[in-house]
């Protein structure tokens, strides 16, 4: 049997709210062996966004393990963590979360940096992906002379810059009318599958989860087959 790409396991993740306890997820497991696709819906609250920020290592769980290419990411520390993030793992958020004051270029260029990676076939590696997302022309635009579609599309080639194994994206299209959604949409999948990523999508839209290859709701604090 392959060993598990993502090996989730009784994932538990509670937070204290006005001197209550509010248990967002109560036991997750998931298991990915192979670079696929895997859809998250629920309502809005039900832990979509915590399942996906503890899978990548933005938070930390009451208990439970997340184990990505055999590494208990909630063992590290936060040196271990923001190289895990750096390295392994793409995000695409539901805002772009672009730096104003840098080129659409230069956006896909600070993850490299920020990784340490080798300047050798990185600005070619940048100028391929924006070409992958129709971009190549706009290069040098700085996000304020983007259209949000635009913004969306270098967002989702900066989180491929690194090679991830793990591409983690929230709402990506929940920011973009229908158009740029769909535009956005039929850019991701094929990326991440020509790249070997796996990819988990949280969204509320039922046609952009259809799309993945496995599909799953959050219900009661615990993922269940959709």
Not at 1 to 19: D, I, T, W, Y
Not at 57 to 77: A, C, Y
Not at 129 to 137: E, I, M, N, T, Y
């Amino acid at each position: 049997m392959n060993e598990s790409l993502l090996s989730v396991r009784s994932l538990v993740r509670s937070f204290q709210a006005g001197g209550e306890t509010l248990e967002v997820l109560r036991g997750v497991d998931l298991d990915v062996e192979r670079p696929t696709s895997v859809a998250v819906t629920g309502e809005s609250g039900s832990g979509k966004s915590t399942l996906l920020s503890l899978v990548g290592g933005l938070d930390r769980p009451t208990g439970g393990s997340v184990v990505v290419d055999g590494t208990d990411i909630t063992t590290l520390d936060e040196t271990a963590l923001s190289a895990y993030r750096s390295r392994h793992v793409g995000f695409v958020f539901q805002f772009h979360f672009l730096l104003r004051d840098f080129t659409a270029l230069e956006n896909l260029l600070i993850p490299g940096m920020l990784a340490s990676r080798g300047a050798a076939g990185t600005r070619d590696r940048a100028r391929e992906l924006l070409d992958d997302v129709g971009l190549a022309s706009r290069a040098d635009a700085y996000p304020l002379e983007l259209s949000g579609g635009e913004r969306q599309r270098v967002a989702v080639a900066r989180a491929l810059m690194n090679r991830p194994r793990l591409i983690l994206a929230d709402e990506p299209t929940g920011n973009l009318d229908e158009r740029n959604a769909r535009m956005v949409e039929d850019l991701l999948f094929p990326l991440v599958a020509r790249e070997g990523c796996v990819l988990l999508l949280a969204t509320h839209d039922r046609a952009l989860a259809a799309r993945a290859e496995r599909r799953y709701e959050l219900a009661g604090g615990v993922l269940v087959p959709a």
